[in-house]
């Protein structure tokens, strides 16, 4: 089965400053990976999504995210933080049989910006 | 872009009551939705997912008689709480992408059910 572990329920930083949301998976087959943001009482939004091609993948509002096989690893990074990236974000999975449809979850990193 | 539209966006009920809440993607058809549900703090759960034209796929632990999915059209999908309790109460939130292999995952932004 596949999953993904989000380290960190909590992460701050000061504006200005690097955003790293760690993420890492497991699944015995060559995964999908996602970044997702939500905001308070919103759906999901799509931030990046690693499909194979290039394992430095950049995505919306400045975040990217490297694949490293080696590590099992997927961390999302900014960087410089802004006020407005401060957001609950979910690293999720999927294989190659479900495409990027059935998506696995972690279970969330909330960043928080301060001044 | 392709939007994906909730509705209601919130909801209080009595115990004992049933309620719905409607998924529609506006601007693509999907044979596909899905169903999720969020606590707290805490990440989305897949209930089920919704097939247009056929029955819903649940999840293991999640009652289908209890949560009544029905995607009667390309655009539509319901969930239907019945008989809502207060542990019933949560977020939940739907998904919808076009029908096209990879195309990735919209959702809609989520109904808060409050079940007093």
């Known amino acids: 089965a596949q999953s993904v572990t989000q380290l960190g329920s909590h992460v701050s930083v000061s504006e200005g400053a690097l955003v790293l949301l760690r993420c890492n998976y497991s699944?015995?087959?060559?995964?999908?990976l996602f970044w997702y943001v939500q905001y308070p009482n919103q759906g999901l939004q799509l931030l990046l999504k690693y499909t194979s091609a290039a394992t430095l993948v950049k995505g919306i509002n400045g975040f990217e995210a490297e694949f490293k096989k080696s590590e099992t690893s997927f961390h999302l990074t900014k960087p410089s933080a802004h006020m407005s990236d401060a957001a609950e974000y979910f690293c999720?999975?999927?294989?190659?049989?479900?495409?990027?449809?059935?998506?696995?979850f972690g279970t969330g990193t909330r960043l928080l910006v301060s001044p | 872009g392709a939007v994906v539209s909730q509705h209601p966006s919130w909801v209080i009920c009595k115990s004992g009551t049933s309620v719905k809440i409607e998924c529609r993607s506006l601007?693509?058809?999907?044979?596909?939705m899905f169903w999720y549900r969020q606590f707290p703090k805490q990440s989305l759960m897949l209930m089920a997912t919704?097939?247009?034209?056929?029955?819903?796929?649940?999840e293991q632990g999640v009652e289908k008689d209890k949560f009544l999915i029905n995607h009667a059209s390309l655009t539509l999908s319901t969930l239907t709480v019945t008989s809502a309790h207060p542990e019933d109460s949560s977020f939940y939130i739907c998904?919808?992408?076009?029908?096209?292999?990879?195309?990735?995952?919209?959702f809609g932004n989520g109904t808060r059910l409050t079940v007093t």
């Open positions: 601007d693509f058809q999907a044979t596909t």
């Open positions: 919704s097939n247009e034209g056929s029955k819903a796929t649940y």
């Open positions: 998904s919808a992408s076009r029908d096209i292999s990879n195309s990735p995952l919209h």
């Open positions: 699944s015995s087959v060559p995964p999908y």
């Open positions: 999720a999975v999927s294989d190659r049989n479900t495409g990027f449809q059935k998506l696995v």
